[in-house]
């Protein structure tokens, strides 16, 4: 999936009328939150901090590609919820995300700072991401790594790779500084960003902490083959906040007046 979305994007640069050069660095600050198997109906659930930083490689005043790393926490707790059921399964999660990706971005309007006629545009974005998460809970006062306990009666990796999209609006503020706000979704290819999916596992043929850790409902309702997450293949995260941009500009105009 990787290489074919780089093969797409080298199309695209290949294929595009190049009239100028841009490259255009900044960072980003704001909320990260997910969805699944822990937050099943809320895709704007904020749940810890967003941060980040990029650069990118503007072609014209509409189209960019750019490389950014990104780091944020999620979380979620049945002891939360409003659902009763839910709150008798009691499970919870804390991991925090380590991201690189390779975006996208298409401009509505022709935008560039201190050059377009345009000080603003709203743009949406699309790419590829490689995500290392580590979920841990609180359990009796200790923390645990769950990957490590296999709480699912599954080993799996703590990489993945997510298809990033969004949307986001651009505001020259001053200059050559972007101010921009944005939301940004992942599906991620994992359903394990909250070690929870699929059934309860036979606690039997499981260690004491790992059993306690897999179900730690007071009366123990996990039954073995009984479900334990929800049907859905993947979890979602994302990152929206603002950020703040300085673009270098290489040649004097992007187009022919």
Known sequence: MVRSLLVAFFLVVISLNLKA????????????????DLNQKNPFKVSGVGLGAFARYNFNGYISVGAGVSYGVISAADSLSSNQQTRLRNLSFTTRLLEGSLTAEFNFMEFVPSVSKNIY???????????????????????????????????????????????????????????????????????????????????????????ALSDPSINHIGRPGTQRGDLRLHDTYFFTGLSISYTFITQKCYYER
């Open 21 to 36: 050069q841009a490259w255009e660095i900044g960072a980003f600050g704001g909320g990260s939150g997910y969805m699944g």
């Open 121 to 211: 545009t709203p743009y949406v974005l699309f790419g590829v991401a490689y995500t290392d998460f580590n979920p841990q809970t609180t359990y009796n006062g200790h923390t645990y790594n769950l990957r490590d306990y296999q709480t699912g009666g599954v080993a799996y990796k703590n990489t993945a790779l997510a298809v990033p999209f969004g949307i986001g609006f651009k505001y020259n503020v001053a200059g050559r500084m972007t101010l921009a706000a944005n939301l940004g979704y992942r599906i991620a290819h994992t359903d394990y960003l909250d070690d929870v999916s699929g059934i309860y596992p036979d606690r039997s043929k499981m260690s004491a902490t790992a059993a």
